[in-house]
């Protein structure tokens, strides 16, 4: 079955410290890749999109993701963390042949302490 | 700015009512989708809709049915809300084609009584 795993519930990072959201897939053929952030009670906002080229891809707000196909992955990163970053982050993958269904992680809720 | 608006933040039904939740896009996209989302079980496709009055069944569509009318309108129609239903529901467009990006609604609260 095709499915995206988040393997972490929470991710604790103090402020200006790097972090890590990370992100696995087992899905067919060549995948697109997405991240999205979710404040709380708000709908899905769009970070940053792999979908072929360069295996480092740049978003909003400074975060970026490396796609890693040997290891089926595709980790959120950011350098410096900020308060503001605290949110939960979902993975998506849309296999190819796919339509155009996304298929979603559980979430990683980010929490930036001071 | 790209807007997809969804009618009720917050609803509170009964057992057994009947419930409409209404998704307007301003994007001309063709794609339109219901997700229904837990804590813990991330996004879950209930249906999605590729064109005017075409739709497809996504993962988990028992007890729900829609309705795609004109363009830029999509509608999850809960028959008969059961308890089990209560969660927040996301609608979400995109454009024709897999590299898109989905563009998210604010979300809607449903408490079901």
């Known amino acids: 079955a095709q499915s995206v795993a988040q393997p972490e519930d929470q991710v604790n990072v103090a402020e200006g410290n790097p972090l890590t959201v990370k992100c696995t897939y087992s899905v067919s053929g060549n995948p697109y890749l997405f991240w999205y952030v979710q404040y709380p009670n708000r709908g899905l906002q769009f970070l940053l999109k792999y979908i072929t080229g360069d295996n480092l891809v740049k978003g909003s707000y400074g975060f970026e993701a490396e796609f890693n196909k040997s290891q089926t992955s595709f980790h959120l990163k950011k350098p410096s963390a900020l308060v503001s970053d605290s949110a939960l982050y979902f993975c998506a993958v849309r296999p190819s042949g796919g339509y155009n269904k996304l298929i979603f992680g559980a979430g990683t809720r980010l929490a930036v302490h001071p | 700015d790209v807007k997809v608006t969804q009618s009720s933040r917050y609803l509170v039904k009964r057992t057994g009512e009947k419930v409409f939740l209404e998704c307007v896009q301003d994007?001309?996209?063709?794609?339109m989708f219901w997700y229904r989302q837990d804590p813990g079980l991330g996004l879950r496709l209930i249906y999605f809709?590729?064109?005017?009055?075409?739709?497809e069944k996504g993962d988990i569509p028992e007890g729900y049915s829609v309705s795609r009318e004109k363009k830029e309108r999509f509608s999850l129609i809960l028959e008969s809300a059961s308890t089990n239903q209560t969660s927040m529901y996301l609608c979400?467009?995109?454009?024709?084609?897999?590299?898109?990006?989905?563009?998210f609604g604010e979300g809607s609260r449903l408490t079901v009584l």
């Open positions: 979400a467009s995109s454009s024709q084609g897999a590299t898109g990006e989905l563009f």
């Open positions: 994007m001309d996209h063709e794609n």
């Open positions: 809709s590729y064109d005017v009055k075409m739709k």
